[in-house]
């Protein structure tokens, strides 16, 4: 339910899209938006990594901001290798996304079965 209103406005706005290019003024609050949505993805992105490749964070404020950062003592070795693993599958083996995240998901389900039977 959630995501309704999202695609609800890009299916029934896609077939106007190409006319309102140009709009100046639309063209610019669309990049506006563009730049928010950015944002967006760019501090959930840092706030996931933080909070999985560390297992303890301390909150720092200053005025209205307020940041999580990692206790560095409390890395979680097998995220960080899971990490680098991804990182190379895209960037230098040059595997698309979702073979990438099939391939991890391999990894870590294998991982957690290995460890719950030495348990």
């Not at 669309?30 to 706030?47: C, D, K, N, Q, R």
Request: hydrophobic content about 55%; overall charge positive.
């Amino acid at each position: 339910m959630t995501f309704v209103p999202c695609l609800l406005f890009i299916f029934l706005g896609a077939p106007y899209v190409e006319r309102l290019r140009n709009h100046e003024r639309l063209t610019a609050a669309l990049s506006g938006i563009t730049a928010a949505v950015v944002g967006v993805i760019a501090s959930l992105a840092s706030y996931f990594a933080v909070h999985t490749l560390f297992a303890t964070t301390h909150r720092f404020a200053y005025g209205p901001i307020r940041i999580d950062l990692p206790m560095v003592s409390s890395w979680q070795p097998g995220s960080l290798t899971l990490t680098v693993i991804a990182l190379v599958l895209i960037f230098w083996v040059r595997w698309s996304a979702l073979r990438t995240l099939a391939a991890c998901t391999l990894i870590g389900a294998t991982t957690a079965g290995v460890l719950a039977m030495l348990r």
